[in-house]
């Protein structure tokens, strides 16, 4: 088992940046790839960034390419998400995504453990 758990998030104004955080903890040892999906209410969940966790550059969604960084630190088994120039359309609840197998990792099925959530919400 993979546990996840996420920081950061809450209410910040359009054009501001937001720095999310997950650390995973538990079987760490079998991570393969880490991501970060977000869902909006009344919308799917949708991808947003993925990274494998031994090395490779991280792919992003069209929606936040050129806006978002992914930081990577496998020592502490955490992955940060930062999106600048905040729009009212990334305003969601953000989720952490872990998987433990191979497969496309911008694919919310390929994930097998999944943190709780967190708000990010966008102000004008």
């Known amino acids: 088992q993979v546990q996840l758990t996420e920081t950061g998030g809450g209410s910040v104004e359009t054009g501001r940046s937001v720095r999310l955080s997950c650390v995973a903890s538990g079987r760490t040892s079998a991570l393969i790839a880490m991501g970060w999906f977000r869902q909006a209410p009344g919308r799917e969940r949708e991808f947003v960034a993925s990274?494998?966790?031994?090395?490779?550059?991280?792919y992003y969604s069209s929606s936040v390419k050129g806006r978002a960084n992914t930081f990577r630190d496998n020592a502490n088994n955490r992955l940060d998400l930062r999106i600048d120039s905040l729009k009212p359309d990334d305003a969601a609840v953000y989720y952490c995504?872990?998987?433990?197998?191979?497969?496309?990792?911008?694919?919310?099925?390929?994930?097998?453990?999944w943190g709780q959530g967190t708000q990010v919400t966008v102000e004008p």
């Open positions: 990274i494998r966790w031994t090395g490779g550059a991280p």
């Open positions: 995504a872990a998987a433990v197998r191979f497969g496309n990792y911008d694919v919310a099925g390929t994930f097998d453990y």
